[in-house]
Nanobody, 124 residues
Framework: QVQLVESGGGSVQAGGSLRLSCTASGRTFSSYAMGWFRQAPGKEREFVAAINWSGRSTNYADSVKGRFTISRDNARNTVLLQMNSLKSEDTAVYFC?????????????????WGQGTQVTVSS
């Protein structure tokens, strides 16, 4: 059974930084793409960033490009999301997800396994 556990969320002032971590178990981590998504109150879940199986290919939502960086450590079964220059509109629950493919995707529906989420609150 695939399990994803996020950590690293919290409260920060605008302009600050946070680093989210997601640790996976239950299958060979290095064979599959990973993604980060977020959901703000009253809004649909949206794509943030994704990374392919090797880490050589990444995708970002336009709203976070240049501020967020996704990376993975296949030896530690971990995917990271470094978030810099945070804005109040980044406030949301952030979810880690994985899909049954080596290739990354920006679509919520193409991810099969999800973590429980971690809250990120940015105050202005």
């Amino acid at each position: 059974q695939v399990q994803l556990v996020e950590s690293g969320g919290g409260s920060v002032q605008a302009g600050g930084s946070l680093r989210l971590s997601c640790t996976a178990s239950g299958r060979t981590f290095s064979s599959y793409a990973m993604g980060w998504f977020r959901q703000a109150p009253g809004k649909e879940r949206e794509f943030v960033a994704a990374i392919n199986w090797s880490g050589r290919s990444t995708n970002y939502a336009d709203s976070v490009k240049g501020r967020f960086t996704i990376s993975r450590d296949n030896a530690r079964n971990t995917v990271l999301l470094q978030m810099n220059s945070l804005k109040s509109e980044d406030t949301a629950v952030y979810f880690c997800a994985t899909r049954n493919s080596r290739l990354s995707s920006t679509y919520v529906g193409e991810y099969t396994y999800w973590g429980q989420g971690t809250q990120v609150t940015v105050s202005s």
